[in-house]
């Protein structure tokens, strides 16, 4: 494998592996001519990455990944020859499925989430460590190793799942923005720059998320009145754990339904 510039096939190439191809070829860890996608139908795609329905006959690549539907894997033709890893970002398509389905190769499972197109993202990972894959998703963003799959499929709900429940509050934060005269356009501006400047705050901070809440609720202001309202009977907990419990029971399901 060439360390400057590995060769990346694709096989399925929707949001989440177009974010993800963007900012490997934005970082400059892979060359776009040294991708090729294969997709049903052509996609907009960065300048230079060769595209089609079959993999060309040409030298292996250093990496394939899986980017199709759990329950297309059983459409999936015969892969071009060679024993090199398999990165699958399947939700619910365990190691020991994919490593039937494919013998032969080394299976990483990755969970990346839709932020690793601004190198923000979080990429959880199991399987096989082979080489080259920690220099493959360094650019994406938080790179993190689960050793239990169980648990991994479990981080895919926190992390892959998470920025749609955070895209739910900051719309809901906006909405209740407008109760209070703004409109919509000005609220939501407001909503989602409060929610980034938070976010990142957090993540350089030297205390956990509730020490910090409480550092801008100071006892009897208005803002400790707020979250009167989100920690009574543990609200606002109760509602999100509800949330990954619900995610959690439908991966188990793909889970299931890749195994057939």
């Known amino acids: 494998m060439s360390a400057a510039s590995p060769r990346v096939w694709l096989l399925g190439c929707g949001n989440m592996a177009g974010a993800m191809l963007r900012q490997w070829i934005a970082s400059g860890v892979v060359a776009p001519a040294n991708v090729f996608v294969v997709n049903r139908h052509d996609r907009e795609l960065p300048e230079g990455v060769r595209q089609g329905r079959a993999f060309p006959e040409e030298l292996a690549p250093d990496f394939l990944q899986l980017g199709v539907k759990p329950q297309q894997?059983?459409?999936?033709?015969?892969?071009?020859a060679g024993n090199y890893p398999l990165?699958?970002?399947?939700?619910?398509a365990d190691v020991a499925t994919l490593e039937k389905r494919f013998p032969g190769?080394?299976?990483?499972?990755?969970?990346?989430?839709l932020p690793v197109a601004l190198g923000k993202g979080v990429v959880a990972l199991y399987g096989a460590r082979v080489a080259g894959i920690d220099d493959l998703m360094a650019p994406l963003g938080l790179v993190e190793w689960i050793d239990d799959e169980t648990l991994f499929d479990n981080g895919t709900v926190l992390s892959g799942c998470g920025p749609a429940f955070v895209y739910r509050f900051i719309d809901a934060l906006a909405e209740a923005g407008t109760t209070l005269g703004f409109s919509a356009e000005q609220a939501q501006r407001l909503a989602v720059?409060?929610?980034?400047g938070s976010g990142l705050l957090a993540a350089q901070a030297d205390a956990p998320p509730a020490v910090l809440a409480d550092r801008v609720a100071s006892p009897g202001g208005s803002t400790r009145q707020g979250m009167n309202v989100l920690d009574k009977d543990d609200a606002l907990k109760a509602l999100l754990r509800a949330t990954l419990a619900a995610?959690?029971?439908?991966?188990?399901?793909?889970?299931?339904?890749?195994?057939r």
């Open 193 to 196: 720059a409060t929610v980034e």
């Open 247 to 259: 995610s959690a029971r439908r991966t188990a399901e793909m889970a299931a339904e890749a195994r």
């Open 105 to 113: 190769h080394p299976v990483v499972r990755a969970m990346p989430n």
């Open 73 to 80: 894997l059983g459409d999936v033709a015969a892969l071009p």
């Open 87 to 92: 990165i699958s970002i399947l939700a619910g």
